[in-house]
């Protein structure tokens, strides 16, 4: 059974850094690919950032050059560094993995940025 959870989120001032955490079960992450998407109120969800089986990372442009995807394959777990947050980055975080035909998704966790 495919299951995701995502910790690490919290409150946070603008310019400070921020690590995201998504705990895999049921699959391997270093076989899979990994996808980190941000929702506000109002708003669809939003790409932020994947990482694919090879190790090969990409990035949505907002968060490009701040944000880092990275998994630890003995914890089977998905991060995501987040460095000099602004507040336009509050969201809820969510990560998210496809497999066999299927989207799966954590409960996400969310992330303030604020003065």
């Known amino acids: 059974q495919v299951q995701l959870v995502e910790s690490g989120g919290g409150l946070v001032q603008p310019g400070e850094s921020l690590r995201l955490s998504c705990a895999a079960s049921g699959f391997l992450v270093r076989s899979a690919h990994m996808s980190w998407y941000r929702q506000t109120p109002g708003k669809e969800r939003e790409w932020v950032a994947r990482i694919i089986p090879n190790g090969d990372t990409d990035y949505a442009d907002p968060v490009k050059g701040r944000f880092i995807i990275s998994r630890d394959n003995a914890k089977n777990t998905l991060y995501l560094q987040m460095n000099t947050l602004k507040p336009e980055d509050t969201a809820v975080y969510y990560c998210?993995?496809?497999?066999?035909?299927?989207?799966?998704w954590g409960q996400g966790t969310q992330v303030t940025v604020s003065s």
């Open positions: 998210k993995t496809y497999r066999r035909g299927s989207d799966y």
